[in-house]
């Protein structure tokens, strides 16, 4: 094969032209083989060209995946197959497996006899760096990145930056313009941010920025640069589209810290840029106030701990009375956090940041099923018992939330109709849609469904209008001063007696004096949550309280 240097420059230029892939050359008749170099390099292969090839490789093949490789080579060199199409795991020099896809042909005679078999391996390990539509890194790269500076120790900033409202972009001018119009913001940052660090694609339009060079002025201007380009100056197909960019930072200087981590706490300060400061770059530190501020390693121990099977977790319930006769109806399953270094953390401390991270999903789960497990042997002596669980948008969005939810109830044995799920206004956030379909399929298996924190925000009224709303439980904040503020009076007036027309239980929180608990019981309520009655206790203190053993 060497001898023949019209086959080797072809080669050379097909393997030097073929973008993340390998490309391999087979000399039928002879078993000899030419293989790219990057190939040899990244698995450790003997050399560029190879005496049955074939049976080298497969010794890099996964175990696993040996014998139906083999069988597509045999049908190969037996002249029984023209193509070879798979794929396999191949083991790299390092030892670890990557996930490769390898595609061949047979090049026939003149005879029709098999002459060379020749093909591509596509390295997924590889592949997997890159972003398809903008060709930046991704975020499998920007993870990878992030634990290569914590392991050197080297202080750097990252910046998130996302944007709003893009899903009305691609309902008008489709997915193909919305793609193109990614495109053209990946550019610009490439322009503005590229000489200064490096710049990934990562979930769905966000983008992220990671520099040791620029300080946090120098980084703010960049940021109104692009905040302003995108906002006037980006045309896609001659048409100027209106871009609304959020950005978040975090500054990474504690090395013993997680990339999801990291990645989690960049992620809650853009979120409180798009949703509270309206675009405003928001540093991470900034997020939560100073009596709360968490820093990067304490996030970082209690995700650990959630995916530790939620190791220094706990729960307590604090109940909710009936108006009138003060007897209990229910809990509330809370949270808590409690290990070394820190003591016990509330949520209020952790949920924010987290509640957005991929493991969140798994905490939501195992408050479910401990909650629903603690508070099952209550039945027997309460039938009406009511437990309540609060819910994040960020587990409402996952798509296996529902099918979970019923298992739960299903592998615990509670009665879907004594527990209530709680729903926070911050899910105006989620698309719509998808929470009126998932209220609807909770309630259609007799779960209640209690709307939080209602009158907190301008949305509460059109949640209540548009989904099937079991319970309005009004926000403490409307509470404190109830007996002495007339306009707190008739907000809490107003929002009772909406919720009364439209047949919906009020539950008040935050009743913490007499003087509170009766001026309330003029509104049309339907029970009380608050300090008055009993602050949160764990659940075999709630059932000495109430005498349910």
């Known amino acids: 094969m060497k001898e023949n240097r019209f086959l080797m420059d072809l080669f050379d230029a097909i393997a030097t032209t ?79 497996y990557v996930m490769c896809t390898c595609r061949g042909a047979v090049v026939k005679n003149d005879d029709g006899s098999p ?87 990562l979930e769905g339009t966000k983008f992220g920025f990671v520099t040791d060079e620029l300080t946090d002025e120098q980084l703010e201007e960049k940021y109104k640069a692009l905040q302003e380009h995108a906002k006037s100056e980006t045309y896609v197909h001659g048409r ?56 990067l390693q304490k996030v970082n121990t209690i995700r650990e701990s959630i995916i530790n099977d939620c190791r220094g977790f706990y729960l307590c319930y604090q109940p909710f009375v009936n108006k009138d006769t003060e007897e209990l109806e229910g809990v509330e399953a809370l949270v808590r956090w409690k290990g070394e270094p820190y003591g016990s953390i509330e949520p209020n401390d952790f949920i924010p940041v987290l509640e957005n991270d991929n493991a969140f999903f798994e905490l939501g789960n195992w408050i479910l099923h401990t909650a629903l497990m603690e508070a099952r042997p209550i039945l027997e002596k309460k039938p009406d018992f009511i437990l309540n669980v609060n819910l994040s948008y960020g587990q409402i ?6 099918t979970k939810v019923i298992q739960i109830l299903n592998d615990t044995g509670f009665p879907p109709e004594n527990l209530c799920l709680e729903i926070t206004e911050r899910c105006r956030f989620l698309d719509m849609d998808l929470l009126a379909s998932t209220v609807k399929f909770l309630r259609s298996y007799g779960i209640r469904i209690a709307l939080d924190d209602f009158g907190t925000g301008f949305s509460s009224m059109n949640l209540l209008r548009e989904f099937p709303i079991d ?67 764990p659940m075999d203190e709630i059932v000495e309280m109430y005498g349910l053993k």
Not at 71 to 96: C, N, P, T, V, W
Not at 256 to 276: D, G, K, L, P, W
Request: charge should be neutral; proline fraction near 2%; aromatic fraction near 12%.
């Open 18 to 96: 073929a973008k993340d892939s390998y490309v391999f050359f087979c000399d039928i008749a002879t078993d000899e083989s030419r293989w790219s170099k990057a190939a040899v390099d990244y698995f450790g292969l003997p050399g560029e060209f190879m005496y049955k090839a074939g049976t080298i490789w497969e010794e890099h093949i996964h175990p696993e995946d040996r014998a139906k490789y083999r069988q597509s080579i045999d049908e190969i060199f037996a002249g029984k197959a023209l193509k070879h199409d798979m794929e396999y795991r191949a083991r790299a020099k390092d030892g670890s």
């Open 115 to 201: 002459m060379f078999f020749a093909g591509t391996i596509r390295n997924h390990g590889v592949l997997d760096s890159f972003d398809p539509v903008t060709n930046l890194n991704n975020l499998y790269s920007f993870f990878s990145d992030i634990k290569a500076i914590c392991k050197e120790k080297k202080k750097s900033t990252v910046l998130v930056i996302g944007l709003s409202q893009f899903s009305g972009i691609n309902d008008i001018y489709g997915y193909t313009f919305g793609n193109d119009v990614l495109k053209e913001l990946a550019f610009q940052m490439l322009i503005t941010l590229g000489p200064f660090g490096k710049v990934y694609r």
């Open 240 to 295: 100027r589209v209106n871009l609304v960019v959020n950005g978040g930072v975090v500054e990474i200087e504690d090395f013993n810290v997680s990339s999801h981590t990291i990645y989690a706490c960049v992620r809650s300060a853009f979120e409180t840029s798009r949703n509270q400061r309206h675009g405003e770059l928001v540093y991470f530190e900034n997020v939560i106030s100073d009596s709360n501020k968490m820093k």
């Open 397 to 402: 969005e996952r798509s296996k939330f529902r």
């Open 471 to 537: 319970v309005a439980k009004i926000d403490r904040s409307f509470v404190t001063n109830i007996d002495e503020n007339p306009v707190d009076q008739v907000i809490v007036k107003t929002l009772t007696m909406g919720a009364a027309e439209m047949n919906i239980k009020v539950t008040v929180e935050g009743i913490e004096t007499r003087s509170m608990r009766d001026c309330m019981r003029q509104y049309k309520v339907h029970s009380f949550q608050g300090f008055y009655y009993s602050s949160p206790h």
